[in-house]
């Protein structure tokens, strides 16, 4: 499930950023991308803390 959600944003800010790019507004969607990746690497961080943090 977390997989199609993904999948689906990324289909989703692509198409935002075709959209986007038309009426000269292409730094919008990369700015929530960056958001985007930045959350991501935020819980992998965070998960591979807690994963360390059970190991010791």
């Keep these: ?9 990324i289909v989703g800010a692509v198409a ?4 986007l790019y038309q009426w000269q507004l292409g730094a ?3 700015f929530l991308l960056a958001i985007f990746f ?4 935020m819980m992998q961080l965070k998960r591979h803390a807690k994963k360390n943090d059970d190991q010791e």
Excluded: D, E, G, V
Excluded at 1 to 9: G, P, R, S, Y
Excluded at 38 to 41: E, H, N, P, Y
């Design 38 to 41: 930045f959350s991501l690497a």
């Design 1 to 9: 499930m977390k997989q199609i959600f993904l999948f689906a944003a």
């Design 28 to 30: 919008i969607p990369f």
């Design 16 to 19: 935002s950023l075709y959209y």
